[in-house]
């Protein structure tokens, strides 16, 4: 695996700390709203703002 620079590694930290907020974000709107499709979309939302947060996380490995 390539050697990552300080800037890729703030860059990839800064994707991480934004795919969080955006998950907690979605999770909070799903869990406020009383429209079924709305509910869904937003978790759908969330869910792949965590699945990104995984993938990033793998670039750190």
């Known amino acids: 695996m390539a050697v990552l620079t300080t800037k890729e590694l703030m860059g990839i930290s800064d994707q991480l700390d934004m795919e969080k907020v955006l998950h907690c974000k ?14 869904a979309c ?3 939302l969330a869910n792949q703002h965590k699945q990104n947060y995984g ?3 793998g670039y750190l490995d």
């Open 42 to 44: 937003y978790t759908n």
């Open 55 to 57: 993938t990033l996380l």
């Open 26 to 39: 979605y999770l909070s709107a799903a869990q406020e709203t009383q429209d079924k499709q709305l509910k």
